[in-house]
């Protein structure tokens, strides 16, 4: 289940407009360049950032998201036409062979169920050609990011074309283990409303991480940081291995 920020099309339409700084993205899009990637599959796609970026370079992308609203805001875009969406989680896709599969920003923790956690990796690798990579990042949760999930930290006020000002915020809600649930509060001042949306997200291991995907076949090649973001997350690149002749 998507959380509300992204199922909710109030929230889903001022997503990008507070979500501004993609700078996260460049390097999925200098890793696609440099494997050659000609054809990739984004899982959970959102509002279809990367895929559009990717297609406006003569990719072929596919972008599979489980939020009705952000699927339509961006089958809305410009240029959206040249990608194939497909709303679901990634059991939902038909058979692809793909060159690179993608789960940006916070799409890998956002599984939190390991039954659907296994699929989506099942699923990835069914996808990706002999050869092929598998690409995602996860927060190390030895930095404890979680401690800086407050109001204090995050409140701003956005000012949203169409929209007028828009007041958000974040609140830790639990830390239970390895889930760290936390809610995000957004007031528009245009009429006062006031929504939320909870979500909670996996801190995984590097080493359980690791070992899932060896569990489904991938040889993992590189865990790496992300550049933007030194120290703070773990970046996996898990290729599928060439077929033996």
Request: with cysteine; net charge negative; hydrophobic share 40%.
């Amino acid at each position: 289940m998507a959380d509300e920020s992204f199922i909710h099309p109030r929230l889903a339409t001022i997503h990008d407009v507070l979500e501004s700084d993609r700078s996260d993205l460049a390097p999925y899009i200098r890793l696609a360049e440099r494997l050659g990637a000609r054809r990739v599959l984004d899982i959970g796609c959102g509002t279809g950032v990367l895929a559009l970026l990717l297609a406006d370079r003569g990719v072929e992308v596919v972008g599979v998201d489980p939020a009705t609203a952000s699927i339509d805001v961006a089958r809305g875009k410009p240029g959206s036409e040249r990608v194939r969406w497909i709303h679901g989680d990634a059991g939902a896709l038909p058979p692809l062979q793909v060159d690179l599969v993608t789960m940006t920003a916070n799409v890998a923790q956002a599984i939190v169920d390991p039954q659907v956690w296994r699929t989506t990796l099942r699923v990835a690798y069914e996808a990706l050609r002999p050869g092929g990579t598998l690409v995602f990042e996860t927060r190390d949760p030895a930095r404890r990011a979680w401690e800086e999930w407050n109001r204090g930290a995050s409140y701003r006020v956005t000012e949203v074309p169409g929209a007028g000002g828009v007041e958000s915020w974040v609140e830790l809600l639990e830390v239970r283990g390895p889930l760290v649930s936390f809610r995000w509060t957004f007031v528009f001042a245009a009429d006062g409303q006031v929504l939320t949306s909870d979500s909670t997200l996996r801190f995984r291991e590097r080493r359980e991480t690791e070992a899932d995907l060896v569990a489904h076949g991938f040889l993992v090649d590189d865990v790496r940081d992300a550049p933007d973001r030194p120290g703070r997350e773990f970046v996996f690149l898990a290729r599928r291995p060439e077929t033996s002749h």
